[in-house]
Nanobody
Framework: QVQLVESGGGLVQAGGSLRLSCAAS????????MGWYRQAPGKQRDVVAQ???????VYGVSVKGRFTISRDNAKNTIDLQMNSLKAEDTAVYYC????????WGQGTQVTVSS
């Protein structure tokens, strides 16, 4: 059974930084494209950053230049470094394959105060 566990969220002031981490268990994800998604209240869940098995990255327009996604295939982890955070980054953040095929984890709440 695949399990995705996100961590690292919290409350931060605008302009601050957070680093999220996702631990995947149950199978090897080294050949899968992985992504970080987020869902704000009343909005749909969207992917904000993704990374291929080879390390190529794609970012959403709203986070490009501020967020950096990385992966460690040996550890089966995916990280998201978030800098220059804005109030509009407030959301629950999740990881999954891209496209998402596994059951969603609990996510990790990121709250940015303005």
């Amino acid at each position: 059974q695949v399990q995705l566990v996100e961590s690292g969220g919290g409350l931060v002031q605008a302009g601050g930084s957070l680093r999220l981490s996702c631990a995947a268990s149950g199978r090897r994800f080294s050949i899968a494209s992985m992504g970080w998604y987020r869902q704000a209240p009343g909005k749909q869940r969207d992917v904000v950053a993704q990374i291929s098995s080879g390390g190529s990255t794609v970012y959403g327009v709203s986070v490009k230049g501020r967020f950096t996604i990385s992966r460690d295939n040996a550890k089966n982890t995916i990280d998201l470094q978030m800098n220059s955070l804005k109030a509009e980054d407030t959301a629950v953040y999740y990881c999954n394959t891209v496209p998402a095929v596994y059951q969603w984890g609990q996510g990790t709440q990121v709250t940015v105060s303005s």
